[in-house]
């Protein structure tokens, strides 16, 4: 599906503003930011160091809340959510991915996105045939049963990226995902993040400095 002027966006962001408390201090992080990203959509957030590019995408995805503004993820108004609905959304509409890809060392890349599908209980039966399905859409067929210290560092952010998208998330977030990555390998992989958006129809947020 495409978006057109009558869906809603996926990503919506309104007005939001974060303000951390540092004993007497203020410091505003965000200021009414707003922004919208739609199903297939990506938005790269370009900004320096400290600009409150990791604030937004916590915001986003539940894991910190704004001090002002409002936050729609596919449809539910997460700035209003309980802690514990809070958590079940982001298991399920919502995949991060990190500027470093923490998997498990002792686990195959397989075992590592199978985890993931293990924590939002989807059945044994489903679980094997969507764990290959995603390692084969970032180009890892050849790569499942490797553990991390056997993959390239594009080939470990690959796992992470499908580890986010196992659990076919409606929003992928993604903070620096590049950014201890070469150029080549890190254009590689925003190119891989257009096709996830485009096949996917994920509403794919990345965070850059540069
Ligand atoms: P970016 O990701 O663009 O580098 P951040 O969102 O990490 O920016 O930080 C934005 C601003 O908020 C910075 O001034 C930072 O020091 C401050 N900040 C971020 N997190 C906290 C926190 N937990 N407590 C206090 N200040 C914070
Ligand atoms: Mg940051």
Redesign the pocket.
């Known amino acids: 599906m495409r978006e057109d002027s009558t869906m809603p966006a996926t990503i919506r962001v309104e007005d939001v503003s974060r303000i951390?408390r540092?004993g007497q201090q203020e410091?505003q992080?965000l200021k009414a930011v707003s922004l919208s990203v739609g199903a297939g959509q990506i938005v790269v957030l370009r900004?320096?160091?400290?600009?409150?590019?990791?604030?937004?995408l916590n915001c986003i995805g539940g894991l910190d809340r704004p001090t002002d503004g409002r936050i729609w993820v596919a449809e539910n108004e997460i700035t209003r959510l309980a802690e514990q609905r809070l958590v079940q959304l982001r298991r399920q509409q919502i995949g991060f991915v990190f500027q470093s890809h923490a998997l498990l060392p002792t686990y195959s890349a397989r075992e590592n996105v199978d985890l993931m599908l293990r924590l939002i209980h989807m059945p044994r039966e489903e679980r094997q045939a969507r764990v290959e399905q995603v390692l084969h859409l970032v180009g890892l067929g050849k790569w499942m049963e490797h553990r991390p210290h056997e993959l390239s560092g594009g080939q470990q952010q690959r796992v992470a990226i499908a580890r986010a998208l196992a659990p076919r998330p409606a929003v992928i977030l993604a903070?620096e995902p590049t950014s201890e990555l070469d150029t080549t390998t890190g254009q590689q992989i925003l190119q891989l993040f257009r096709r996830i958006a485009d096949e996917t129809q994920t509403a794919v947020l990345i965070?850059t400095?540069d």
């Open positions: 951390y540092v410091r992080a900004g320096r160091s400290g600009s409150g590019k990791t604030t937004l903070d965070a400095h």
